[in-house]
Protein backbone atom coordinates (compact mmCIF):
# COMPACT_ATOMS: atom_id res chain seq x y z
CA UNK A 1 0.00 0.00 0.00
CA UNK A 2 2.66 2.48 1.15
CA UNK A 3 3.74 1.66 -2.24
CA UNK A 4 1.70 3.44 -4.24
CA UNK A 5 1.21 6.25 -2.35
CA UNK A 6 5.06 7.27 -1.82
CA UNK A 7 6.89 9.00 -4.24
CA UNK A 8 8.85 6.32 -6.33
CA UNK A 9 12.88 7.20 -5.97
CA UNK A 10 15.60 4.42 -7.68
CA UNK A 11 16.62 3.18 -4.26
CA UNK A 12 20.69 3.34 -5.53
CA UNK A 13 20.87 6.80 -7.37
CA UNK A 14 17.67 8.20 -6.03
CA UNK A 15 16.50 9.61 -9.57
CA UNK A 16 12.12 9.60 -9.21
CA UNK A 17 9.95 7.33 -10.90
CA UNK A 18 10.61 4.08 -10.23
CA UNK A 19 12.11 1.53 -6.94
CA UNK A 20 15.32 0.86 -9.32
CA UNK A 21 16.40 2.76 -12.39
CA UNK A 22 17.46 0.62 -15.75
CA UNK A 23 20.66 2.43 -15.68
CA UNK A 24 21.34 1.17 -11.67
CA UNK A 25 20.16 -2.52 -12.20
CA UNK A 26 22.09 -2.46 -15.66
CA UNK A 27 25.34 -1.49 -13.98
CA UNK A 28 24.87 -3.61 -10.87
CA UNK A 29 27.97 -5.21 -10.39
CA UNK A 30 27.55 -9.13 -11.89
CA UNK A 31 30.29 -11.94 -10.70
CA UNK A 32 31.85 -13.68 -13.87
CA UNK A 33 34.52 -15.87 -14.07
CA UNK A 34 37.07 -16.93 -12.52
CA UNK A 35 35.55 -18.22 -9.39
CA UNK A 36 36.42 -21.10 -7.03
CA UNK A 37 34.86 -23.75 -7.99
CA UNK A 38 33.96 -24.53 -4.44
CA UNK A 39 32.56 -21.28 -2.91
CA UNK A 40 32.26 -19.40 -6.33
CA UNK A 41 34.73 -16.29 -4.60
CA UNK A 42 36.52 -14.50 -7.94
CA UNK A 43 39.34 -15.96 -8.49
CA UNK A 44 42.50 -14.67 -10.32
CA UNK A 45 42.19 -18.17 -12.08
CA UNK A 46 40.04 -20.86 -11.79
CA UNK A 47 40.30 -23.27 -8.43
CA UNK A 48 38.96 -26.00 -6.96
CA UNK A 49 39.41 -24.65 -3.35
CA UNK A 50 40.50 -20.62 -2.91
CA UNK A 51 42.14 -19.19 0.19
CA UNK A 52 39.16 -18.32 1.83
CA UNK A 53 37.28 -21.75 1.51
CA UNK A 54 40.67 -23.89 1.71
CA UNK A 55 40.76 -26.08 4.65
CA UNK A 56 37.39 -24.99 5.79
CA UNK A 57 34.71 -27.94 6.13
CA UNK A 58 31.70 -27.02 3.40
CA UNK A 59 28.52 -28.92 3.28
CA UNK A 60 27.70 -27.15 0.62
CA UNK A 61 29.17 -28.82 -2.71
CA UNK A 62 28.91 -25.22 -4.54
CA UNK A 63 28.13 -21.42 -3.70
CA UNK A 64 27.29 -18.98 -6.18
CA UNK A 65 26.30 -15.57 -6.59
CA UNK A 66 24.74 -13.24 -8.65
CA UNK A 67 26.52 -9.30 -7.80
CA UNK A 68 28.89 -8.45 -5.65
CA UNK A 69 27.70 -6.96 -2.44
CA UNK A 70 28.71 -3.71 -2.63
CA UNK A 71 27.67 0.33 -1.15
CA UNK A 72 24.93 0.52 -4.17
CA UNK A 73 23.78 -3.01 -3.33
CA UNK A 74 23.59 -2.42 0.43
CA UNK A 75 20.77 0.01 -0.98
CA UNK A 76 19.18 -2.22 -2.71
CA UNK A 77 19.00 -4.91 -0.20
CA UNK A 78 18.06 -2.86 2.50
CA UNK A 79 15.27 -1.70 -0.01
CA UNK A 80 14.39 -5.17 -1.02
CA UNK A 81 14.61 -6.67 3.07
CA UNK A 82 13.41 -3.46 5.32
CA UNK A 83 10.36 -2.14 2.55
CA UNK A 84 9.97 -5.02 0.40
CA UNK A 85 9.81 -3.50 -2.65
CA UNK A 86 8.71 -5.43 -5.25
CA UNK A 87 10.42 -4.23 -8.30
CA UNK A 88 13.44 -5.07 -6.44
CA UNK A 89 12.57 -8.65 -5.77
CA UNK A 90 11.56 -8.68 -9.64
CA UNK A 91 14.95 -7.66 -10.63
CA UNK A 92 17.28 -9.53 -7.80
CA UNK A 93 15.48 -12.59 -9.63
CA UNK A 94 15.91 -11.04 -13.19
CA UNK A 95 20.01 -10.73 -12.50
CA UNK A 96 20.17 -14.40 -10.92
CA UNK A 97 18.98 -16.27 -13.60
CA UNK A 98 21.04 -13.67 -16.52
CA UNK A 99 24.23 -14.96 -14.21
CA UNK A 100 23.53 -17.91 -12.63
CA UNK A 101 23.61 -21.31 -14.66
CA UNK A 102 20.12 -23.16 -14.27
CA UNK A 103 21.30 -25.71 -11.21
CA UNK A 104 20.20 -29.72 -11.95
CA UNK A 105 18.35 -30.65 -8.16
CA UNK A 106 15.27 -32.51 -6.54
CA UNK A 107 13.82 -29.49 -5.25
CA UNK A 108 14.67 -25.48 -4.17
CA UNK A 109 14.55 -24.02 -0.79
CA UNK A 110 15.59 -21.45 1.30
CA UNK A 111 16.80 -20.29 3.84
CA UNK A 112 14.35 -19.38 6.68
CA UNK A 113 13.72 -16.48 8.75
CA UNK A 114 14.71 -16.11 12.09
CA UNK A 115 11.43 -16.86 14.34
CA UNK A 116 11.90 -13.41 15.92
CA UNK A 117 11.93 -10.94 13.03
CA UNK A 118 11.57 -10.70 9.29
CA UNK A 119 7.68 -12.02 9.33
CA UNK A 120 6.67 -9.69 10.97
CA UNK A 121 6.56 -7.63 8.12
CA UNK A 122 5.14 -10.15 6.18
CA UNK A 123 7.65 -10.79 3.29
CA UNK A 124 10.90 -12.82 3.43
CA UNK A 125 13.27 -11.94 0.70
CA UNK A 126 15.37 -15.59 0.41
CA UNK A 127 12.03 -17.08 0.27
CA UNK A 128 10.45 -14.71 -2.47
CA UNK A 129 13.80 -15.19 -4.72
CA UNK A 130 13.69 -19.03 -4.50
CA UNK A 131 9.84 -19.02 -5.60
CA UNK A 132 10.32 -17.11 -8.66
CA UNK A 133 13.78 -19.01 -9.19
CA UNK A 134 11.82 -22.58 -8.89
CA UNK A 135 9.70 -21.43 -11.32
CA UNK A 136 11.73 -20.27 -13.81
CA UNK A 137 14.26 -23.24 -13.55
CA UNK A 138 11.35 -25.50 -13.39
CA UNK A 139 11.53 -27.23 -10.48
CA UNK A 140 9.71 -27.74 -7.18
CA UNK A 141 9.73 -25.35 -4.07
CA UNK A 142 9.79 -27.02 -0.83
CA UNK A 143 10.14 -25.16 2.62
CA UNK A 144 12.43 -27.81 4.22
CA UNK A 145 14.37 -25.94 6.53
CA UNK A 146 13.18 -24.64 10.45
CA UNK A 147 15.37 -22.06 12.07
CA UNK A 148 15.76 -21.55 15.79
CA UNK A 149 15.98 -17.53 17.10
CA UNK A 150 19.64 -16.23 17.31
CA UNK A 151 21.50 -13.26 17.69
CA UNK A 152 21.92 -10.86 14.68
CA UNK A 153 25.16 -11.68 12.84
CA UNK A 154 26.22 -8.50 11.72
CA UNK A 155 28.98 -7.00 13.58
CA UNK A 156 30.04 -10.63 14.70
CA UNK A 157 33.46 -11.86 13.47
CA UNK A 158 33.91 -14.59 11.01
CA UNK A 159 34.57 -17.23 14.27
CA UNK A 160 31.58 -15.83 15.93
CA UNK A 161 29.48 -16.22 12.98
CA UNK A 162 30.15 -19.55 12.83
CA UNK A 163 29.21 -20.55 16.75
CA UNK A 164 26.31 -18.16 16.52
CA UNK A 165 24.71 -20.37 13.67
CA UNK A 166 25.65 -23.70 14.40
CA UNK A 167 22.70 -25.78 15.11
CA UNK A 168 20.09 -23.35 14.78
CA UNK A 169 18.85 -25.05 11.73
CA UNK A 170 16.97 -28.60 11.35
CA UNK A 171 15.17 -30.08 8.15
CA UNK A 172 11.38 -30.28 9.13
CA UNK A 173 11.66 -34.43 8.08
CA UNK A 174 13.98 -36.32 4.97
CA UNK A 175 14.57 -34.26 2.16
CA UNK A 176 15.45 -35.21 -1.34
CA UNK A 177 18.83 -36.44 -2.46
CA UNK A 178 19.97 -32.69 -4.38
CA UNK A 179 18.97 -29.97 -3.10
CA UNK A 180 19.51 -26.04 -4.52
CA UNK A 181 19.44 -23.64 -1.53
CA UNK A 182 18.52 -19.75 -1.97
CA UNK A 183 19.54 -16.93 0.42
CA UNK A 184 19.53 -13.44 -0.27
CA UNK A 185 22.96 -12.32 0.66
CA UNK A 186 26.54 -14.92 1.22
CA UNK A 187 28.56 -13.11 3.78
CA UNK A 188 30.88 -15.12 5.38
CA UNK A 189 29.14 -18.72 4.33
CA UNK A 190 28.23 -19.38 8.08
CA UNK A 191 24.60 -19.34 7.25
CA UNK A 192 24.87 -21.21 4.13
CA UNK A 193 27.05 -23.67 5.40
CA UNK A 194 24.86 -24.58 8.76
CA UNK A 195 21.50 -24.38 6.77
CA UNK A 196 23.35 -27.09 4.30
CA UNK A 197 24.66 -29.23 6.95
CA UNK A 198 21.20 -29.75 8.36
CA UNK A 199 19.79 -30.91 5.15
CA UNK A 200 23.12 -33.20 4.42
CA UNK A 201 22.12 -34.75 8.07
CA UNK A 202 18.37 -35.34 6.84
CA UNK A 203 19.49 -37.21 3.89
CA UNK A 204 20.50 -34.69 1.30
CA UNK A 205 23.67 -35.72 -1.01
CA UNK A 206 24.20 -32.66 -2.45
CA UNK A 207 23.54 -28.99 -1.53
CA UNK A 208 24.14 -26.38 -3.99
CA UNK A 209 24.02 -22.53 -2.44
CA UNK A 210 22.69 -19.63 -4.84
CA UNK A 211 22.44 -15.91 -3.65
CA UNK A 212 21.52 -12.75 -5.02
CA UNK A 213 24.56 -10.83 -3.79
CA UNK A 214 27.96 -11.86 -1.67
CA UNK A 215 30.41 -10.24 0.19
CA UNK A 216 33.99 -10.32 -1.26
CA UNK A 217 36.90 -10.00 0.56
ZN1 LIG B 1 19.20 4.41 -10.32
ZN1 LIG C 1 36.62 -20.94 -2.34
Request: proline share 7%; hydrophobic share 45%; glycine share 6%.
Amino acid sequence: MLDLLLPQRCVVCAVGGTQLCDRCLRDLPRIGPPLCERCGAPTAWPVRRCRECAGRRLAFASARAAVYYDVALRAFVVGWKERGLRRLAAAAVEVVIEVVPPPAADVVTFVPPDPDRGLKRGHHPPRQLAEQLAEHWELPLAALLRRRATKRQRGLSRAERRRNVAGVFAAAGSVPRSIVLVDDVFTSGATANAASSALRKAGARRVDVITFARVVR
